[in-house]
T-cell receptor, first 114, second 111 residues
Framework: DTAVSQTPKYLVTQMGNDKSIKCEQN?????MYWYKQDSKKFLKIMFS???????INETVPNRFSPKSPDKAHLNLHINSLELGDSAVYFC?????????????FGPGTRLTVL | KQEVTQIPAALSVPEGENLVLNCSFT??????LQWFRQDPGKGLTSLLL?????REQTSGRLNASLDKSSGRSTLYIAASQPGDSATYLC??????????FGSGTRLLVRP
């Protein structure tokens, strides 16, 4: 299947822990994104990478650190997890960073911080 | 700052009805507008992408229109089916290349 995939699908952890979410796309796209969907269902961009380089970095706490080992992968590492980090995190990709391109989303990772 | 609003927030219709979902945005300087569908606990499925130079796009029973100057888009669903029940999200690609989402319309199509 050609798609954007994320692991894990669910993540339950204690406050203060460090966790990572992985994303992979096999669509041959150059650009990848991380979005956060909060409890009110608003989706907001967090980061965007184009060919492994950071191109969008929203006002996100520096506890969140994206890492792109290659252009097919964009992982999200979160340090010192807080209750407010509980949300659904979506990875997405597009052909490249030009504005005309459609974005394709992964299934999401539901993070619950206890 | 671009803001995207979707009305109504929720909609319940009997099967077979034609329906319209609305999306408005505050800054007309957009590159494109994308409609998505989100099923409960699932990811987003892209339905239609309208570039800023286009007026509408069609896919099956779905038709999306774009009036950039007035900051509006509509998603028309013909002959609705229970399987259309989902949350529909509208998003605009703004001048900073970011995709800005509305809060969605929750649609329930009753059998």
């Amino acid at each position: 299947d050609t798609a954007v995939s994320q692991t894990p699908k669910y993540l339950v952890t204690q406050m203060g822990n460090d966790k990572s979410i992985k994303c992979e796309q096999n669509l041959g796209h150059d650009t990848m994104y991380w979005y956060k969907q909060d409890s009110k269902k608003f989706l907001k961009i967090m980061f965007s990478y184009n060919n492994k380089e950071l191109i969008i970095n929203e006002t996100v706490p520096n506890r969140f650190s994206p890492k792109s080992p290659d252009k097919a992968h964009l992982n999200l590492h979160i340090n010192s997890l807080e209750l407010g980090d509980s949300a659904v995190y979506f990875c997405a990709s597009s052909q490249d960073s030009t504005a005309q391109n459609e974005q394709f989303f992964g299934p999401g990772t539901r993070l619950t911080v206890l | 700052k671009q803001e995207v609003t979707q009305i109504p927030a929720a909609l319940s219709v009997p099967e077979g009805e034609n329906l319209v979902l609305n999306c408005s945005f505050t800054d007309s300087a957009i590159y494109n507008l994308q409609w998505f569908r989100q099923d409960p606990g699932k990811g987003l499925t892209s339905l239609l992408l309208i570039q800023s130079s286009q007026r509408e796009q069609t896919s099956g029973r779905l038709n999306a229109s774009l009036d950039k100057s007035s900051g509006r888009s509509t998603l028309y669903i013909a002959a609705s089916q229970p399987g259309d029940s989902a949350t529909y999200l509208c998003a605009v690609r703004d001048s900073s290349y970011k995709l800005i989402f509305g809060s969605g319309t929750r649609l329930l199509v009753r059998p």
